[in-house]
């Protein structure tokens, strides 16, 4: 089983769409998790850590589920602009910290 | 800006060659990082300064060899690289606080081999 996994999509949705993205993780050390945004032919960037309260920037909502084991990631009123990919980062502390990408979620938003 | 630069941003070699990869950030931090991104595959971790120590995953082939002179600059030395080694080469810089590791990337290397 990989250790962070994604669904690939890609994802199609329309503008003014709600859309989802969950991501699994299998290692109970998992400390810390991240979404990242790769827009095509760019480096992946910081869009928001996830806090085990659940946290908001804006049109977008981050949740975590330590029982489960997973992260989700809900962006509103969604822009042409949001297109990209969006990579689930965790850490794990096991004796040293690791960072795991999954291989993220394409999402396409359409006029 | 991210603060973290690459060169070359484009680079085509022959299996023979050799070639370096240079990232250099400008950020003060305390890690730094090479990865490999293929098409449709997760980010793969090949090496990690951190904190003036070296970790790298076992699984890299020696004819990839990094080098961290000081905190700000890191190499990538490439020879006798094979096909399936073109991909995008990202570095990568943090400052590392226990758990909490916020990486920042460069624009990455497009590295095709011939």
Redesign the interface.
């Known amino acids: 089983r990989k250790e962070?996994e994604q669904d690939?999509g890609p994802f199609n949705v329309p503008e003014g769409a709600t859309v989802a993205f969950n991501c699994t993780y299998s290692n109970s050390a998992s400390?810390?998790f991240?979404w990242y945004r790769q827009d095509c032919r760019?480096?992946?960037?910081?869009l928001m850590?996830v806090y085990s309260s659940g946290n908001e920037d804006g049109r977008f909502t981050a949740q975590l589920n330590r029982a489960s084991q997973y992260i989700s990631l809900l962006i509103r009123d969604s822009k042409l602009s949001d297109s990209a990919t969006y990579?689930c980062v965790v850490?794990l502390?096991t004796g040293?910290?690791k960072?795991?990408?999954?291989?993220?979620t394409r999402l396409f938003v359409k006029a | 800006e991210t603060g973290v630069t690459q060169t070359p941003r484009h680079l085509v070699m022959g299996m023979t060659n050799k070639k370096s990869l240079k990232c250099e950030q400008h950020l003060g931090h305390n890690a730094m990082y090479w990865y490999k991104q293929s098409a449709k595959k997760p980010l793969e971790l090949m090496f990690v300064y951190s904190l003036e120590e070296r970790v790298e995953n076992n699984s890299v082939p020696s004819r990839f060899s990094p080098e961290c002179p000081n905190s700000s600059h890191l190499f990538l030395h490439l020879h006798t690289l094979q096909p399936e080694d073109s991909a995008l080469y990202l570095c990568a810089s943090s400052q590392v606080k226990g758990s909490y590791n916020e990486q920042f990337f460069g624009p990455g290397t497009r590295l095709t081999v011939l």
Not at chain 1, 42 to 46: A, G, R, S, T
């Open positions: 962070v690939p400390q810390s991240f760019k480096e992946p960037k910081l850590s990579l850490i502390n040293g910290f960072t795991i990408f999954g291989a993220g």
